[in-house]
């Protein structure tokens, strides 16, 4: 994985693909609550560097990659998943081919 960038980032990108995963009630969600009392719990202070923020951090980067390509999946798979027959034009026009013209006006 590359590098993580800034906790507040990251924990702004994991709320925001619970709002998409969830819809407009997101914030009643558990998932919600357990993710900011996670943050909140190993915030770093002045007075102590510990291990388990970064590990957090690194555990909620893994999880905002999961949500994200789930979405994307889905978005994918709705996209390109087969809706039984179809036509050579539809075919053609979903791989980025045009299909060439019949001369005299033919198709």
Same mark, same amino acid.
């Given at each position: 994985?590359?590098?993580?960038?800034a906790?507040? #980032?990251t924990?702004?990108?994991?709320? #925001?693909?619970? #709002? *998409?995963?969830?819809?407009r009630? @997101?914030?009643?969600?558990?998932? @919600?609550?357990?993710?900011?009392?996670? =943050? #909140?719990?190993?915030?770093?202070?002045?007075?102590?560097?510990?291990?388990?923020? +970064?590990?957090? *951090? =690194? +555990?909620a980067?893994? @999880?905002?990659?999961?949500?994200?390509?789930?979405?994307?999946?889905?978005?994918?798979?709705?996209? @390109?998943?087969?809706?039984?027959e179809?036509?050579p034009?539809?075919?053609?026009?979903?791989?980025? =081919?045009?299909?060439? +013209? +019949?001369?005299?006006?033919?198709?």
């Open positions: 994985m590359a590098a993580l960038g906790p507040a #980032r924990l702004r990108a994991l709320l #925001r693909e619970l #709002r *998409h995963a969830a819809g009630s @997101y914030r009643d969600s558990p998932a @919600y609550r357990h993710v900011l009392a996670a =943050f #909140r719990a190993h915030r770093v202070t002045s007075e102590k560097l510990c291990r388990a923020q +970064q590990e957090l *951090h =690194f +555990q980067a893994t @999880y905002l990659c999961l949500l994200r390509s789930v979405r994307e999946h889905e978005a994918l798979h709705r996209e @390109y998943h087969g809706r039984g179809r036509s034009k539809e075919v053609a026009g979903l791989v980025g =081919f045009r299909l060439p +013209q +019949q001369p005299g006006g033919k198709g």
